[in-house]
């Protein structure tokens, strides 16, 4: 009674699939809750290690095999044939894909043949498939067995056609060490003191970008290129120094006004400092090609606040958050009028390199100290109000403000590691830094700038710079008076 349940059950499970790569066909396959719903009494269930067979309905033998064995039959190579001469029913078990190894595909019940050639990885040779009778064939093209054969004897002369071409070249075997052999030749030892010196200036220097390899984030790999493409692309960004000259209502005294109140809204919409340099930079390369009336100026400063807010932040504020602050001065229709007007003047070209990407490239070399990176923001945003620094490029001014800041606090002298990272010297500071001390110096005449940067959330950065200003300029107020004389 075991016997005939258990050939019931693998008649079940050994149901010929035609294509199971057809996702619209119903698989015809029993699965194992199905199989194990038959009453099969679990004391008649042969063990692992039972080998007993039995007698098929058509008078083959077949082995009973456990649940999880694999039943595959792909590694036959002899005739399977009954005891009568048959060839084996067509309700056999049929092959699962898993249990294939690579290189072999699932076999077809559309067309079998008793012979057939097929490539692996290792060679090329042709091989005859198993015979008829063992029920397993390899799927082929839908192209002739003519046809098949050809073509694979076609790629078996090519490859050996190419190996013959590869054993006349290693036969061609060129003369060693010509160079030595030379009587005039130098000997390849002294080369490896001209290697060592080509490479000891750059030891001086060490670099900073190894530490962030594992951190995708920081792209060490590209950071050089990155940031010399910047230094390329800021000279094309750069305003006019001198636009102010063309304008027929404005004053540069203006400009300032008009920035310190920018500066106030940014603070209180808690936008990224990226948002207030990309904004001020709009709006003097918006000025240096067009002209603006005095009533049109504060429009002017809105609505690029509002593209640098869209281009730099996550969430930027709402186009009726800029009309509350400006009073309701100026209806939607004529910001977002003056949005599209402003991006074609400028060619919607936006790609405006950052100050504070240099000021974090050398705070880098700093050892990311944030006392000197909190000073150095305040002396980076200087350049903002004071229209002064238009001439000046922003990697140059970040690297005045981090020189500054480094004076400030006494952190040494800047050195190599610093003139490297900047991509500035000292004496290449100079100039910006004169203008920096000057402006310290001065009354102050931007009170929200002021006010910001004298809470203890910036450590009363604009107390301590404007204290210190002061002595320096007591002290050395002649050296500065002539440096700046000559500028001028």
């Known amino acids: 009674m075991s016997a005939d349940l258990l050939l019931q059950a693998r008649s079940l499970r050994g149901r010929t699939v035609t294509n199971e790569n057809d996702e619209n066909a119903g698989s015809m396959r029993v699965t194992r809750a199905k199989a194990a719903a038959a009453p099969i009494d679990v004391a008649d269930v042969p063990k692992k290690t039972v080998t007993k067979r039995a007698t098929g309905t058509n008078g083959t033998t077949q082995a009973k095999r456990n649940a999880l064995v694999d039943v595959s039959n792909v590694n036959k190579t002899e005739d399977v044939t009954s005891k009568n001469g048959k060839k084996p029913a067509a309700s056999k078990p049929s092959v699962r894909q898993s249990a294939h190894p690579p290189g072999v595909q699932k076999p077809s019940t559309k067309s079998r043949s008793t012979t057939t050639t097929r490539n692996t990885n290792s060679d090329l040779k042709k091989r005859t498939a198993p015979a008829s009778g063992s029920g397993v064939s390899v799927k082929r ?45 130098p000997p390849t030892k002294k080369e490896a003191p001209a290697k060592a010196e080509t490479f000891a200036p750059a030891l001086a220097v060490p670099d900073l970008d190894i530490e962030d390899r594992d951190d995708p984030l920081m792209v060490s790999e590209y950071v050089v290129e990155i940031f010399e493409y910047l230094k390329k692309l800021e000279i094309s960004t750069m305003a006019n120094p ?243 004389e000559s500028e001028g």
């Open 141 to 185: 093209p839908k192209t002739t067995t003519t046809t098949t054969t050809k073509v694979v004897k076609e790629e078996v002369q090519t490859l050996k056609e190419e190996e013959e071409g590869l054993d006349d070249l290693e036969n061609i075997v060129p003369p060693t060490d010509p160079v030595v052999s030379h009587k005039d030749a």
């Open 242 to 484: 001198d636009y102010m000259d063309n304008q027929n209502e404005l004053e540069w005294k203006m400009r300032g006004i008009l920035v310190d109140w920018l500066l106030e809204v940014h603070t209180r919409f808690r936008l990224l400092p990226e948002t207030l340099f990309l904004a001020v930079n709009i709006i003097d390369r918006f000025l240096s090609a067009k002209v603006v009336q005095l009533d049109r100026l504060q429009l002017v400063g809105v609505t690029a606040m509002f593209i640098a807010s869209k281009y730099e932040e996550v969430l930027s504020p709402h186009v009726q958050n800029f009309i509350h602050v400006a009073d309701d001065g100026f209806t939607e229709d004529e910001i977002l009028s003056a949005e599209r007007f402003v991006l074609s003047a400028l060619n919607y070209d936006l790609s405006y390199p950052n100050p504070m990407n240099f000021l974090r490239r050398i705070s880098k070399a700093d050892n990311y100290d944030i006392q000197t990176r909190t000073l150095g923001k305040y002396l980076l945003e200087i350049g903002c109000l004071d229209h002064r620094f238009i001439g000046h490029p922003p990697s140059q001014v970040a690297a005045a403000a981090m020189y500054l800041a480094r004076h400030v606090l006494e952190r040494g002298p800047w050195d190599d590691t610093l003139a490297h990272y900047a991509g500035y010297s000292e004496d290449e500071i100079q100039p910006v830094f004169h203008l920096m001390i000057d402006y310290l110096s001065a009354p102050v005449a931007h009170e929200a700038f002021f006010k910001k940067y004298a809470s203890k959330k910036f450590m009363k950065a604009s107390i301590v710079l404007r204290r210190w200003s002061k002595d320096y300029v007591s002290t050395y107020g002649n050296l500065l008076a002539d440096a700046t």
